[in-house]
């Protein structure tokens, strides 16, 4: 799955990563009276849109090819860029009219961040033990 990922790399996570990312940021800058309402809680909304992020995230620094370092240690260089641009994103917040900077809201953020870099990391250990190379070709 993942050699089929970054073989594909710019249609299927470079692309949505970035429009996701500009999805995320437009909704969070938008005053809450002219978002859609969901029947979902707000922290629940949090933690999915972070573990979105960082899965999609996560991939792209993965499977760049320009700088080793990034590529080597993508776990931690996910937890950090997406962890700040979670704190950032909170704080622009308090700005926004009808919206606020709350740490319950960031502290969702964070367990999506960890959950999605859960999910890859359990893609990569089942990858790596079970994938077909033959499949993937």
């Avoid at 996570?13 to 309402?37: C, D, G, K, N, Q």
């Avoid at 999915?48 to 991939?59: E, P, R």
């Avoid at 090819?65 to 917040?93: G, M």
Wanted: aromatic content about 16%; some cysteine.
């Amino acid at each position: 799955m993942l050699k089929f990922l970054e073989k594909h790399k710019i249609l299927l996570v470079y692309v949505p990563l970035v429009f996701y990312w500009i999805v995320l940021f437009i909704a969070t800058t938008l005053p809450t009276e002219r978002m859609p309402s969901f029947d979902i809680s707000d922290k629940l909304q949090h933690f999915g849109a972070y573990l979105v992020l960082s899965v999609l995230f996560n991939l792209t620094i993965s499977f760049q090819t320009k700088i080793k370092l990034i590529r080597e240690k993508h776990y931690f260089f996910t937890l950090i860029i997406v962890a700040v641009y979670a704190a950032f994103d909170e704080i622009h917040q308090y700005f926004i009219p009808g919206r606020s900077c709350e740490f319950l809201d960031f502290f969702a953020d964070i367990v999506g961040l960890l959950a999605g870099l859960s999910i890859v990391f359990l893609i990569r250990v089942l990858d790596s033990r079970f994938g077909n190379p033959e499949i993937e070709k």
